[in-house]
């Protein structure tokens, strides 16, 4: 079976700014590091529990000016890389906001 989805180019400054928010989301369970290394892994898998999965969420589109709707077809994306994605493809973000 071929998986027709055209590839989705994100920045690497886009995915270090999401990573941030996911590791104070966790109260620091998880380092950006961590997160960045482990992009393609579903937050649930990491141990990121509902409640940080939403304080993420709030953060993101607080941030960004963005809503999820978790009701949707789409849901919450699973891990950081299918956040960055989602950013991008369905709000057109592309860059990080600068915090100063």
Do not use: K, W
């Not at 940080?52 to 809503?67: H, K």
């Amino acid at each position: 079976m071929t998986d027709n989805r055209t590839a989705v180019t994100v920045p690497a400054e886009l995915r270090t700014a999401l990573a941030a928010l996911a590791s104070e989301a966790c109260d620091g369970e998880l380092s950006a590091a961590e997160l960045l290394a482990a992009g393609g892994t579903p937050f649930v898998l990491l141990g990121v529990g509902s409640l940080a999965q939403l304080r993420l969420l709030d953060a993101v589109e607080s941030t960004y000016g963005v809503f999820f709707d978790l009701t949707g077809p789409i849901g919450f994306p699973a891990g950081l890389d299918a956040l960055a994605e989602n950013l991008v493809t369905e709000h057109g973000v592309t860059l990080p906001v600068d915090a100063g």
